[in-house]
Antibody, heavy 121, light 106 residues
Framework: EVQLLESGGGLEQPGGSLRLSCAAS????????MNWVRQAPGKGLEWVSG????????YYADSVKGRFTISRDNSKNTLFLQMSSLRAEDTAVYYC??????????????WGLGTLVTVSS | DIQMTQSPSSLSASVGDRVTITCQAS??????LNWYQQKPGRAPKLLIY???NLEVGVPSRFSGTRSGTDFTFTISSLQPEDLATYYC?????????FGGGTKVEI
């Protein structure tokens, strides 16, 4: 059974940094791209970033480019999102989402439960 | 970026009704269109990929079609457990983008 468990969310001040993690199990981690998708309170879904199975292909939404860094540790089946220069508009639930392909981003066939990031002074 | 215009933003229907949601892409996206269901307080769930392919375990009352850059999602007979918000998503280009969502009330 595929399981994705996010952690690392919390309250951070504007301009601060947070590192999100997503521990994956139940599938061959290196065979699939992974993504982060966020949802601001009461709003819709916004894709944030994606990374290919090998880690060679990396993609970002314009809204986070230059501030967020996605990475993965295939030896530990873990996906990361390093978030810096945080803004109030980054406040959201951040979901880890497994891609259906090794290259990505395509469609997201499994999702974690999400971790809440709140940016406020 | 490709814009996905989803309508309506909300709808109310009765059990047994046929429900239709549409998404219009701002440019050609081939068949790279997926549909997700998000129940209140839950993570999204993939229902349909590549316009019309049902994900494993998804009931056959859900379906999808395409006409050019217009995509339609249909629930043939609404059930109480279908209370949710539904989103379309394109992956023709990066960034992948979602429609604004349709909240289905019963």
């Amino acid at each position: 059974e595929v399981q994705l468990l996010e952690s690392g969310g919390g309250l951070e001040q504007p301009g601060g940094s947070l590192r999100l993690s997503c521990a994956a199990s139940g599938f061959t981690f290196t065979s699939f791209a992974m993504n982060w998708v966020r949802q601001a309170p009461g709003k819709g879904l916004e894709w944030v970033s994606g990374i290919s199975g090998s880690g060679a292909g990396i993609y970002y939404a314009d809204s986070v480019k230059g501030r967020f860094t996605i990475s993965r540790d295939n030896s530990k089946n873990t996906l990361f999102l390093q978030m810096s220069s945080l803004r109030a508009e980054d406040t959201a639930v951040y979901y880890c989402a497994k891609d259906r392909s090794v290259v990505g981003p395509d469609y997201f066939d499994h999702w974690g439960l999400g971790t809440l990031v709140t940016v406020s002074s | 970026d490709i814009q996905m215009t989803q309508s309506p933003s909300s709808l109310s229907a009765s059990v047994g009704d046929r429900v239709t949601i549409t998404c219009q892409a701002s440019q050609h996206i081939n068949n790279y269109l997926n549909w997700y269901q998000q129940k209140p307080g839950r993570a999204p769930k993939l229902l349909i990929y590549d316009v019309s392919n049902l994900e494993v375990g998804v009931p056959s009352r859900f379906s999808g079609t395409r006409s050019g850059t217009d995509f339609t999602f249909t629930i043939s007979s609404l059930q109480p457990e279908d209370l949710a918000t539904y989103y379309c998503q394109q992956y023709e280009n990066v960034p992948v983008t979602f429609g604004g969502g349709t909240k289905v009330e019963i």
